[in-house]
């Protein structure tokens, strides 16, 4: 069974930056597409960034985030990163990561992580 764990959240000011981690055990990392999602108080939960599998040569971002937040996997490591720049208080959110059987997350994805709160002070 496949497990997902985030950390790397935390308090930092607008305009700062956080670098996310999730590390996957009992599975073959490199056989999973790899994606971010977030849910902000009293919103629904949305997608944020997705990278596809083996090598990760596919990345694809919510258009808010673009530009400022960089998705990258490390095989060897078993874990996806997703780099902030530029926090803004918009981004504050329960962060979470996510894998999915298929090559670029198409078909959904189906283990997800605890979370890792992020807030953005203005």
């Known amino acids: 069974q496949v497990t997902l764990a985030e950390s790397g959240g935390g308090l930092v000011q607008a305009g700062g930056s956080l670098r996310l981690s999730c590390v996957l055990s009992g599975g073959t990392f490199s056989r999973y597409a790899m994606g971010w999602f977030r849910q902000a108080p009293g919103k629904e939960r949305e997608f944020v960034a997705r990278?596809?599998?083996?090598?990760?040569?596919?990345?694809y971002y919510k258009d808010s985030v673009k530009g400022r937040f960089t998705i990258s996997r490390d095989n060897a490591k078993n874990t996806v990163y997703l780099l902030m720049n530029n926090l803004k208080p918009e981004d504050t959110a329960v962060y979470y990561c996510?894998?999915?059987?298929?090559?670029?997350?198409?078909?959904?994805?189906?283990?997800w992580g605890q979370g890792t709160q992020v807030t953005v002070s203005s």
């Open positions: 996510a894998a999915s059987s298929s090559t670029f997350g198409q078909s959904g994805f189906n283990s």
């Open positions: 990278i596809s599998w083996s090598g990760g040569s596919s990345t």
